[in-house]
């Protein structure tokens, strides 16, 4: 829409104000790698850039007459823009040198990383020339130092604002305020980082002129490390000593620490950008490391840290260092939307416009070579007073579609979380209507469990194409011949037979399926989930459909033992004997399990006709996996 506007806009002063914007855009990757996410980021602004530049010169080719004194200074900036681009090698080289020097920034804790990013848009730029062996440097000039743009460093460590440094500056290790602190050093601190920032906008002035000095630039680059080494080294004490009091002045310890935790300081790193609100765009594929597995360098004063994975910190804090109005795009496991331990995460997402899309890894997936890569990417708008969030489906889709599938997304305003902990993924009013008549139920199925009876349930944690609820336990043999529990099977108990019964039906029912892939992590059926299915037994009971779903139980255990199988597998090199269910061979009994349930959550034809066809393309076809 943008590039479209700037394309046929007749307004100079448009043209003029748009350039200025996407001139001083800031985008961030806070854990860039070789740098995949700026080198997309750098490809979106291209044709903005060059859009702009093709109206600045038709305005100037066609004689466009101002009517205003702003015009005509705006007209004088075209050909001052336009100008520039003659001492460069040609039109798009001076855009993506402007990209790479205005717009992109990234940090990653690994030096190499860094280096490669570097190497790359500066290959990029390079590639642009045409060599002339006859030119100085073969008609090749100097390329842009992008040292303070692309920076090695743990994004995680160190401070983010100058309210952070005054925290630890004033507050001892136990959490207790100083009783007597230096009020300048806070001053001195904020105006050595004024100072950085200064330098570097020198330096990067510098090198956007016409004949760039190069001893100028050496000397002021010089000067910006020293300035910016400095206010590292100090940040860095202060850091230290809040691991650990006194810690700054152990200089064995402290040199180890420094090595280890590698702090990066975005409030001095980039204090221009953060004294103006933050990044303006953030976008990234995070690290998906459990936390206990981080042994090198200690988090902590995050929210998420219970978490327990590093990508939740990362996104806690991108959050902080994002503008109010900024966007933010990141690609993070579906648990982050739909497991207990990110309720913190999900919280501050809470917090900002938020549009989630959620990915299984079969048939297809979005990154190949992983194994579990259930996905969902998050689009992070500008903070909300109130909970705004939008969702697609929980997608499925083969290979041949990988070309249109972020086409086809269909995205629909979700509702409120029935379930804690879990952001539901819909995508239609369908969905929304299905979810308002599972809330009306006074009641949820732990309602009638009881600690220990003879009617029992047992489902498995394991998500497939079809669930695993059954009342009884499928026989598993040793090598021996005898018999041993069977794996990843949890036990429910219920007082009556008929509850029992009844509950078996709801939760084989298309509709419990449904339920568990919209509240789930689509990788396990989490006692959460089944004890929150939105049921009143107790009603249904008393009504001609409970007699139903008894009946239809009775039906569906019987068609689900005639047609199990006994295969031999081998688990850990221990043979076993199992007794294989598959319940997609008794879909037509599922489906009566449904009709009747439509009957008591007041279902129309339409939402039975979708909960009955849910994902009917995998699980029914040849792409579900299974073996029947």
């Excluded at 602004?45 to 038709?58: G, R, S, V």
């Excluded at 959490?175 to 904020?190: C, P, R």
């Amino acid at each position: 829409v943008a590039q479209d506007v700037s394309e046929i806009c007749f307004d100079p002063e448009t043209v003029w104000a748009f350039y200025q914007s996407i001139t001083k855009i800031t985008i961030l990757d806070p854990t860039c790698g070789s740098g995949a996410f700026l080198f997309a980021a750098l490809n979106i602004l291209e044709p903005l850039y060059d859009a702009c530049l093709e109206q600045m010169q038709i305005y100037l080719d066609e004689d466009f007459k101002p009517d205003n004194d702003n015009a005509a200074q705006i007209l004088d900036k075209f050909k001052e823009i336009l100008g520039q681009i003659n001492y460069h090698p040609n039109r798009r080289y001076f855009i993506l040198k402007s990209i790479i020097i205005n717009n992109l920034y990234g940090v990653d804790i690994m030096q190499e990383a860094t280096e490669i990013c570097k190497l790359r848009l500066y290959l990029k730029l390079a590639s642009q020339v045409d060599f002339d062996k006859s030119k100085p440097n073969y008609g090749i000039e100097p390329l842009p130092d992008i040292d303070f743009n692309i920076r090695a460093g743990n994004t995680l460590v160190g401070f983010t604002s100058l309210d952070e440094v005054q925290e630890a500056v004033t507050t001892e290790s136990n959490g207790q305020k100083k009783l007597v602190y230096d009020d300048s050093i806070i001053k001195n601190i904020e105006n050595k980082a004024k100072g950085v920032e200064e330098k570097y906008q020198e330096f990067r002035n510098l090198q956007v002129v016409a004949n760039i000095n190069t001893n100028q630039l050496y000397t002021t680059k010089t000067l910006l490390r020293k300035s910016l080494e400095e206010l590292r080294a100090e940040l860095d004490n202060y850091l230290a000593d809040e691991y650990e009091m006194g810690l700054s002045k152990k200089a064995t310890a402290f040199k180890k620490w420094k090595n280890s935790h590698e702090p990066f300081h975005w409030f001095s790193e980039f204090y221009g950008i953060i004294k103006r609100g933050g990044f303006d765009v953030i976008v990234g594929n995070p690290p998906y490391i459990e936390l206990k597995a981080i042994t090198q360098y200690r988090l902590f004063n995050y929210n998420c840290r219970n978490a327990g994975n590093l990508y939740a910190l990362v996104l806690e804090r991108c959050l902080n260092i994002c503008s109010e109005e900024g966007r933010q795009g990141f690609i993070v496991p579906v648990s982050s939307i739909s497991t207990d331990r990110y309720k913190n995460l999900q919280n501050l997402l809470a917090k900002r416009h938020l549009n989630f899309s959620s990915f299984d890894d079969r048939p297809s997936r979005l990154f190949s070579g992983l194994e579990h890569i259930r996905l969902t990417i998050h689009l992070i708008g500008r903070i909300s007073s109130e909970i705004s969030l939008s969702s697609t489906c929980y997608n499925k889709w083969n290979s041949l579609e990988r070309p249109i599938l972020f086409d086809s997304l269909n995205y629909a305003s979700s509702v409120k979380p029935l379930i804690s902990g879990s952001f539901p993924k819909l995508s239609s009013e369908i969905e929304k209507n299905i979810i308002s008549k599972l809330v009306s139920q006074k009641k949820v199925l732990s309602s009638f469990y009881v600690k220990d009876c003879k009617h029992k349930i047992f489902y498995s944690r394991k998500v497939g194409y079809f669930l695993q609820i059954l009342d009884f336990e499928p026989r598993v043999l040793d090598s021996h011949g005898n018999i041993r529990p069977p794996s990843e099977f949890k036990r429910i108990n219920f007082e009556r037979e008929s509850v029992a019964k009844i509950a078996l039906s709801c939760l084989n029912s298309n509709l419990f399926y449904w339920f568990v892939t919209v509240f789930s992590d689509c990788r396990h059926v989490n006692k959460r989930e089944v004890d929150s299915f939105p049921i009143d037994i107790q009603i249904l009971e008393s009504k001609k459909e409970g007699k139903q779903l008894i009946k239809l139980s009775n039906n569906l255990k019987v068609d689900l033992m005639q047609k199990s199988e006994e295969k031999k597998m081998r688990f850990k090199n221990n043979p076993l004997t199992v007794q294989c269910i598959f319940p997609k061979l008794s879909k037509p009994i599922i489906d009566n399990i449904d009709t009747v349930l439509a009957q008591h959550y007041g279902f129309t034809d339409e939402e039975l006709d979708f909960i009955i066809n849910y994902d009917i393309k995998y699980r029914m076809g040849r792409n579900s996996g299974d073996s029947k």
